[in-house]
């Protein structure tokens, strides 16, 4: 989860660190593009589809 990019509203942000009781991640610092860091809850954040498209046809 450390280092991977998820997106917040459609926009690509960068999970920095995470911490929270128990079970699974809570809160997390993210970077956003434009180099701002904020706290926020992981609930939210999504993963960006990933392009199933082949280059090759």
């Known amino acids: 989860m450390i280092g991977r990019t998820y997106l917040e ?3 690509p942000v960068v999970v920095l660190i ?3 009781p128990g079970g699974g991640p809570r809160n997390v610092l993210i ?3 434009d180099g701002t860091k ?6 939210g954040l999504r993963r960006p ?4 498209s082949d280059a090759t046809d």
């Open 18 to 20: 995470r911490w929270g």
């Open 31 to 33: 970077q956003r593009a």
């Open 38 to 43: 904020v706290v926020r809850p992981f609930r």
């Open 49 to 52: 589809k990933e392009d199933t």
């Open 9 to 11: 509203r459609g926009k």
